[in-house]
């Protein structure tokens, strides 16, 4: 079982940078795709970024592309999402999320499924 506590989450003014971080209870922890999501009210859950076992791919939702960074500390056992230059529609819950990695898997938040999720936390960015 994999377990995943979120932090770092809060309030910042549009502009304004947050660093959330992810931290995992696994010992295969080096052997998951990891990724973020958020989820606004009233709407859908949405995949942010992703990034595969060993940091050499990683993938961004449109929306977040050269404003966010996604990175991994296998060593650590932690994961973290920079957020630069936020907007107001940056605003919902994240959530950090594992799905063991199985050859041929390139860790897509698109194409993956996610079977271990954090309870999340709030961002709020007020413009």
């Known amino acids: 079982q994999v377990q995943l506590v979120e932090s770092g989450g809060g309030s910042v003014q549009a502009g304004g940078s947050l660093r959330l971080s992810c931290a995992a209870s696994?010992?295969?922890?080096?052997?998951?795709?990891m990724g973020w999501f958020r989820q606004a009210p009233g709407n859908e859950r949405e995949g942010v970024a992703s990034?595969?076992?060993?940091?050499?791919?990683?993938f961004y939702a449109d929306s977040v592309k050269g404003r966010f960074t996604i990175s991994r500390d296998n060593a650590k056992n932690t994961l973290t999402l920079q957020m630069n230059s936020l907007k107001p529609e940056d605003s919902a819950m994240y959530y950090c999320?594992?799905?063991?990695?199985?050859?041929?898997?390139?860790?897509?938040?698109?194409?993956?499924?996610?079977?271990?999720w954090g309870q999340g936390t709030q961002v709020t960015v007020s413009s």
């Open positions: 999320a594992a799905a063991a990695w199985t050859p041929g898997r390139v860790c897509d938040y698109r194409q993956e499924t996610f079977e271990h």
């Open positions: 990034i595969s076992t060993g940091s050499s791919l990683t």
């Open positions: 696994t010992y295969t922890y080096s052997r998951h795709c």
